[in-house]
């Protein structure tokens, strides 16, 4: 039987190289400082109907100037930014958990989408974008002809209903 000498220490040490390890690789998010700005991104859901495709975004306590929509290149962008704004002097925030900065969300429409025609409303802090769907890819019902002795059928049906 081998015998092991206990070292009280060793555990610690682990610890201890366990965050060193963490800590080493530190985001890109924290050395660009988007931390400090308060870096966010809005909720968005993406949905369609048989005509159009929809993007709902919140955007909380903002106004309609704080952002805007492009889209080019069949990528739709939404970008702009919530301040903070102290609401006065003698304010002394104990916690601050909204998120505040400059965001930029973008989404590749499919082939299926234009630009052409799009609306969006905002209303409260809910901006909804619709994009309609090309013509030439919107489902179409095929009307059935009737051919050969159901033809004949239906011709005699439609005979005899009138007499």
């Known amino acids: ?11 610690l040490r682990t610890l201890n190289d366990e965050m060193n390890r963490l800590f080493s690789a530190v985001p890109a998010s924290v050395e660009r400082g988007e931390f400090a700005r308060g870096s966010w991104s809005p909720n968005v859901d993406i949905y369609e109907d048989e005509n159009r495709l929809f993007v709902e975004a919140e955007l909380p306590g903002m106004n309609r100037d704080d952002f805007e929509i492009s889209v080019e290149n069949n990528v739709l962008t939404l970008k702009g930014e919530r301040k903070f704004e102290k609401k006065t002097e003698g304010d ?9 900065g400059s965001f930029t969300r973008q989404f590749t429409l499919p082939q299926t989408i234009t630009a052409e025609g799009a609306t969006a409303d905002f209303e409260n802090g809910v901006l909804r974008v619709a994009l309609p769907k090309r013509e030439e890819t919107k489902a179409r019902k095929i009307e059935i002809n009737a051919s050969g002795s159901e033809a004949k059928a239906i011709e005699t049906e439609s005979k005899s209903a009138k007499v």
């Open 1 to 11: 039987m081998n015998m092991i000498k206990f070292d009280p220490f060793r555990e």
């Open 92 to 100: 002394n925030y104990h916690r601050v958990e909204r998120a505040y």
